[in-house]
């Protein structure tokens, strides 16, 4: 009797396993379907496709602003700490606008980084030194170079729109039944510090999860990955960990953000060039 009740659980288990399994395969076919439509029939989905469905999802946010910690790590382990704040404007027809504003430590205290993002052209980057009271432009031969030591280049803190880049789909990957869409990209910016970066999207939301960066020699540079994803406003997912690992020097940066607000009424007139000297 007790090896008739063994044989019945082993079946049990192996019953509910095979469902779950199949449940998932199920859940993964359908949320492409969804997706990418008829693109599945006849024609392979592109690197260009799933791209461009991640930044379509994310539009229509119109501001935010969020408070963020960034974490300096050396390679031997020794910390250093920011703290900052972060707004973003969302425009109808160019890039985001970005203005960091650094309030911790003391020494660098009101420091900002405002950034106009473009679609179609090169980005426009400006730094505030309140040290010196001016605005100091950044060339774009200088944003392959860390933004106030972090392993974050200040190419890395702008808007990634879809035509900056040349796609290419390289694999779907399956990792802890989660399953992803790996993509190259390839900066059209001849002096980008990059000569490519490889990205990890989670296939049920098109969230990228870990980004590679390639250097000017094509050695891999740097590694971010993307941790602890939050849903705001029922659509704008948004993650509350951010790690920079540089391969090279041993270095590393976490951002943690928190304070995300969506209703903050930010606009145009609060990203302008003139305005960031009055900031406080």
Do not use: C
């Not at 063994?6 to 359908?30: G, M, T």
């Not at 390679?75 to 250093?80: A, C, V």
């Not at 160019?94 to 052209?121: A, Q, V």
């Amino acid at each position: 009797m007790h090896k008739l009740t063994d044989h019945r659980s082993i079946l049990l288990v192996w019953y509910e396993n095979k469902s779950r399994l199949l449940f998932i395969f199920l859940v993964l076919i359908i949320s492409h379907l969804l997706l990418f439509g008829d693109d599945v029939y006849g024609q392979q989905v592109t690197g260009y496709d799933i791209a461009k469905e991640a930044l379509e999802r994310e539009k229509g946010f119109g501001s935010f602003s969020a408070e963020l910690q960034m974490v300096l790590k050396n390679r031997h382990g020794e910390q250093s700490t920011r703290r900052i704040r972060n707004n973003v404007l969302e425009t109808k027809d160019d890039g985001d606008k970005t203005m960091l504003i650094i309030d911790f430590p003391k020494d660098i205290k009101g420091t900002i980084l405002l950034t106009h993002s473009h679609k179609n052209k090169q980005d426009d980057q400006w730094l505030y030194l309140p040290g010196l009271k001016r605005v100091k432009r950044i060339a774009s031969s200088n944003r392959s170079g860390p933004f106030m030591g972090s392993e974050f280049a200040f190419e890395d803190l702008v808007s990634s729109e879809l035509d900056k880049y040349e796609y290419s789909f390289l694999r779907n990957e399956s990792v802890s039944e989660v399953e992803f869409y790996v993509l190259e990209r390839f900066p059209h910016d001849t002096k980008s510090g990059y000569t490519k970066h490889i990205v990890w999207y989670d296939a049920e939301e098109l969230r990228i999860q870990k980004i590679e960066y390639y250097d000017r020699k094509s050695s891999l540079l740097k590694t971010l990955s993307y941790d602890d994803y939050r849903l705001y406003k029922q659509k704008f997912w948004r993650a509350h960990r951010m790690e920079m690992v540089n391969h090279q020097t041993g270095k590393s940066t976490v951002l943690i953000w928190q304070d995300f607000n969506f209703d903050s009424g930010l606009q145009e007139r609060d990203f302008s060039v003139n305005s960031i000297k009055y900031i406080r």
